[in-house]
């Protein structure tokens, strides 16, 4: 394994490690010239795809008529379920739930039952709502409480424990329990779902697609084809947002338009209305978190139970997963002496519920953080000091729920010097004698922590390949298996090339994602992008620059240590050439200068029937104060000030980073703020659009908004340089802004009882709060 420690030189490459470095494609999307799959030439004669959709969620299809389709001016082509030469699946995990077409059982509201191929965009969808169906209905789920009430699951729950949960609890001075509603999110990427297929010889295809899993893809289409996967292509250069609702989702939309391309031998594009993308693909899962726990008089934790259950959609999709990193991170940074937590994840007839930035970590941590402030009213304390009282210690609180070693502890220190920067104390106080003062305008503050683990819980996923090629002029050709959505993760791969050569990074090439360069990639996800293509990449370009010092040993005669790799150039000995003119003369001595990199993360390994393992390699730290004032006549409030100190080891680009950070901080406090998905009691989801559902707007950011990397705290020496990851971990961040709401409304009722907000607290959710504390001072 190459070390992963920066070259010491006294001058820098443009665009190495550890340096702000732009994204790749600023100046692309500054300008609109950005080529996203909409903007690709359309090959001649595209057919432009649109899918009907069902309008019932839980029905027999006994009849669906499509005549009034067919000859719609335009319509070239209509597929359902019976064209399909392959599998009816889209499926992820081999769970075989999620046909592409529904047959003869519908699901959900939205649910696809046919592509229509028509000559414009315009006419295949006007001919798509010309479907006639006729249904027996039958009895939906549509809501967690009456999916309890059946008990059917779409995976088998898991549990964690340490301990005795029960007798912990029974047996501790004070105990509590409860239960929070957390909503779920759409994913509200600016660049929809999207896919083009172009028919290529014989049985092959390729699809341009916008994905985090290429690979994944690949293999549906090849399915729903009923081809090889060698035969299938994806291409990726860019997505333009993704946040997860594009690792399994895409599938649908891919498969689609390469069957309609090698039904009809043209090219075609599927690209739904923002409408339908937001009916047809799945969301965050909205969670009920029933809880109990034991504690002392102090406020530290003796004993918790957990049952976290899910509203899963129709099919599985990645609700095991999900449903398990809950339960991974119901913990956040706190130390349980006994710990009980079990998944639940339910079968409705909504939309099949998927991956979202966090991957049920932050439901986790937002059940963790709500015990943590029902115990700090039960003891009368700052929920800050009993942040502080129950965070992972020395030998004896130091074993999470898994029973893995928390062994980078930082979270004491990251939250003190917060606390210390942002001035916490001060302003609590301040904020306290503005509230006693009475008034409609409350004031509130809350300063809360995340730990986060770093590693696909599927073992398996934590791999990823490379490939580098080195030109006879000094130029770099470099592929890998992440994707692009926007995070920065191609420029990122390419300082790291950049650096192991020594070279500038305008020397790189960063070139677009296929399945056809490098196979059998994972999904990007799981905040692993740069740790696992960073190192494939890195593994590629060392042992190119190995072949490079072993031809210079031998050409001129040197011991290998004489050999040096400074910018642009190489010292051979007593002389120093240019490294293209090293390249140039090692090609002409057939010395190979293309090379394949492969990385899989070490050491870690889960038993999920046992509970017990080393799922993540590490975790990443951060922590975020909060301050907002709050209308207590209308229920609304604006974020005054947030400041976040965030740890990324030491990063590859701090640019990139806080921008991640920022992005993220603000994409959490929406979803627990302000984000409102809502079905009607037909199972039609009615925020389905800008119009009805609220995303954070730029009057939404925080007024002050002072945003801090951690400085002087590397990551473990084998990982990348010894960065962190920084996608997912940023959004848990925005919890602070729900407690800071919280202590703003406790202050209704004196601080005497918690509020019990549930995410999204909206404005209409916190004035009922307000009403109920009111009540429950001043009964009538």
């Known amino acids: 394994m190459p070390d992963s420690t920066p070259i010491a030189t006294a001058e820098r490459i443009t665009g190495g490690v550890h340096v702000d470095r732009r994204h790749d494609s600023a100046h692309k999307h500054v300008t609109g010239e950005a080529v996203y799959i909409d903007d690709i030439r359309e090959p001649a004669g595209l057919l432009h795809v649109y899918l009907g959709l069902s309008d019932r969620p839980h029905a027999k299809l006994l009849s669906l008529d499509l005549s009034k389709v067919k000859s719609a001016p335009g319509v070239v082509r209509v597929l359902t379920s019976a064209d399909i030469p392959g599998t009816n699946d889209v499926s992820c995990m081999g769970r075989h739930d999620e046909p592409l077409f529904a047959d003869d059982l519908i699901e959900y509201a939205g649910q696809p039952l046919f592509a229509v191929a028509a000559e414009t965009r315009e006419l295949a969808r006007r001919a798509a709502r ?9 009895d939906p789920v549509l809501t967690t409480a009456k999916a309890r009430e059946t ?56 699809v341009h697609s916008s994905t985090q899993h290429p690979s994944e893809v690949q ?28 690792e ?12 309609v391309a090698k039904k009809t031998g043209r090219a075609a594009k599927l690209r739904p209305d923002r409408d339908d993308d937001m009916v047809i693909t799945g969301k965050r899962h909205d969670f009920e978190v029933d809880y109990s726990v034991g504690f002392d008089d102090e406020g530290r934790i003796k004993g918790v139970d957990f049952l976290f259950a899910a509203r899963c959609g129709f099919a599985a999709d990645l609700s095991g997963p999900v449903t398990d990193r809950a339960l991974f991170h119901c913990d956040n940074t706190y130390f349980y002496e006994a710990v009980h937590a079990q998944s639940l994840p339910l079968k409705t007839n909504t939309v099949s519920n998927t991956a979202f930035r966090g991957f049920g970590g932050p439901q986790g941590m937002v059940a963790a953080e ?23 210690g020395e030998a004896g609180r130091d074993v999470t729920p898994y029973h893995q070693t928390v062994e980078d502890n930082i979270a004491p220190e990251l939250v003190a010097d917060l606390e210390a920067r942002s001035d916490y104390q001060a302003r609590r106080a301040a904020i306290r004698e503005h509230n006693a003062k009475g008034g409609y305008l409350r004031k509130g503050i809350a300063l809360t922590p995340v730990k986060f683990g770093i590693s696909f819980t599927a073992t398996q996923y ?102 040096v790799f400074l910018p642009n150039r190489v010292r051979i000995g007593n002389q120093e050439i240019p490294f293209a003119d090293l390249v140039r003369t090692a090609y002409m001595a057939r010395i190979q200068l293309s090379s394949t990199g492969f990385y899989k993360t070490p050491e870690i390994h889960w038993d999920r029937a046992a509970g017990s393992g080393k799922p993540f390699y590490y975790f990443s730290y951060g922590a975020a104060a909060a301050e907002v004032t709050v209308d207590t006549l209308t229920g609304e409030y604006r974020v005054d000030r ?39 009691q037909r199972g039609h989801l009615r925020t389905h659009a800008p119009s009805t559902y609220k995303i954070p707007a730029c009057s939404d950011r925080p007024k002050i908004f002072n945003v801090h990397l951690l400085e002087n705290s590397p990551n473990r020496k ?36 918690c509020p019990r907000i549930d995410p999204p607290a909206t404005p209409e959710k916190v004035l009922a709060a307000i009403e109920a504390l009111l009540e429950q001072v001043s009964p009538p």
């Open 151 to 206: 008990g059917t699951v779409v995976f088998p729950p898991m549990t964690l424990k340490r301990g005795d949960a029960a007798e912990a609890i029974a047996s501790a001075p004070r105990r509590l329990e409860g239960r929070i509603a957390i909503g779920g999110q759409d994913h509200f990427y600016l660049e929809g779902q999207i896919a083009m297929a172009v028919p290529g010889e014989d049985d092959e295809v390729l």
């Open 642 to 680: 947030v400041d976040i100190l965030h740890d990324v080891g030491k990063s590859l680009n701090p640019a990139l980073d806080r921008g991640q950070v920022e992005g993220g901080f603000v994409q959490g406090m929406g979803w627990l703020t302000m984000e409102e998905l809502w079905w009607d």
């Open 219 to 246: 293999h549906i289409v090849a399915h729903v084809l009923s081809i090889p996967a060698n035969a299938v292509s994806i291409e990726v250069r860019r997505m333009g947002g993704a946040f997860g609702g594009k």
């Open 718 to 753: 084998d990982t990348i340089y010894r960065s962190k990851a920084v996608g997912e971990p940023p959004l848990m961040l925005g919890m602070s802004v729900l407690h800071a709401i919280s202590d703003a409304v406790a202050s209704v009722a004196g601080y005497q009882r």
């Open 248 to 259: 399994t989702q895409a599938n649908l939309f891919a498969a689609t338009a390469a069957l």
């Open 370 to 392: 709500r015990i943590i402030e029902e115990i700090a009213y039960a003891v009368g304390k700052d929920p800050l000091e009993i942040r502080k009282l129950n965070f992972y």
């Open 130 to 138: 010309l479907a006639v169906a006729e249904y027996e209905d039958l």
């Open 462 to 563: 934590n791999q990823a390949g490379a490939l580098v090629h080195v030109y006879t002029d000094g130029s770099v050709h470099l592929n890998h298996g992440g994707t692009e959505m926007g995070q920065g993760l191609y420029v990122k791969v390419a300082q790291v090339v950049a650096e192991e050569f020594q070279i500038d990074i305008d020397k790189v090439r960063i070139t677009a994602t296929t399945t056809g360069k490098v196979p059998n990639t994972s999904a990007t996800a799981a905040s692993s992008g740069a740790d696992l293509n960073g190192k494939a990449a890195q593994v590629a370009a060392h042992t190119i620059k190995e072949r490079l010092i072993g031809f210079a040993v031998e050409n001129w005669g040197v011991p290998r240590e004489q050999v």
